[in-house]
């Protein structure tokens, strides 16, 4: 799944049958709640069209990009609109020492840098050890860099916002003016 934060849209990569590539789906929330189950929704799913591509199982949205898809070894640019996947580049990892086969198996959009990380799985290290890796990538040359080895198999990861949340801004206000209020009432006193 990939949430594009602006449009809060949320979108979904599935397999539909008899289709040989997997597709673009939008979710939304439905309002409608679970029977017996309360605070509960119901999640629907609008089909936006094939992906044209088999093999892709990872999506990430960039703002200013939009959606970016991998089949572990390639980029894709995929269209919010009909589900469409084309070829931005083909990636060149950029292996440690011990070498290793490692496809792409997950993707975070990395708002500091404006690339995109990549978690691999499985990969292939000396004496045929798997290693899990994580790797920096540039979408417009397909170069990813190598960060670590020996995370746990990350499947697939997530960005973490580090901009504070509104709330944090109004919580640190409120306590300034109370301060401010304290200290006025020990002047006054």
């Known amino acids: 799944m990939a949430l594009d934060s602006v449009t809060t849209t949320l979108y979904g990569i599935g397999t539909v049958p008899a289709h040989t590539s997997p597709a673009l789906f939008r979710m939304s ?66 292996l440690p020492p011990s070498g290793g086969i490692t496809p792409i198996t997950g993707l975070a959009y990395d708002p500091d840098s404006g690339n995109l990380v990549g978690s691999s799985m499985d990969g292939v290290g000396i004496g045929g050890v798997g290693v ?44 300034i003016m109370s301060l401010r209020i304290a200290l006025r009432g020990k002047k006054k006193g």
């Open 29 to 94: 929330d439905s309002g409608v709640p679970i029977s017996g189950f309360p605070n509960s929704t119901t999640i629907s799913f609008a089909y936006l069209g094939d992906l044209g591509v088999s093999g892709i199982s990872t999506m990430e949205y960039a703002p200013g990009v939009g959606l970016v898809a991998t089949d572990g070894y390639k980029l894709y640019k995929v269209s919010e609109a009909d589900g469409q996947a084309t070829m931005l580049t083909s990636l060149a990892l950029v």
């Open 132 to 175: 899990a890796r994580l790797y920096n990538i540039n979408w417009t040359t397909g170069l990813a860099t190598w960060l670590n080895s020996a995370p746990p198999n990350l499947n697939s990861i997530a960005t973490v916002n580090n901009t504070p949340e509104p709330a944090t801004f109004a919580l640190m206000g409120m306590a």
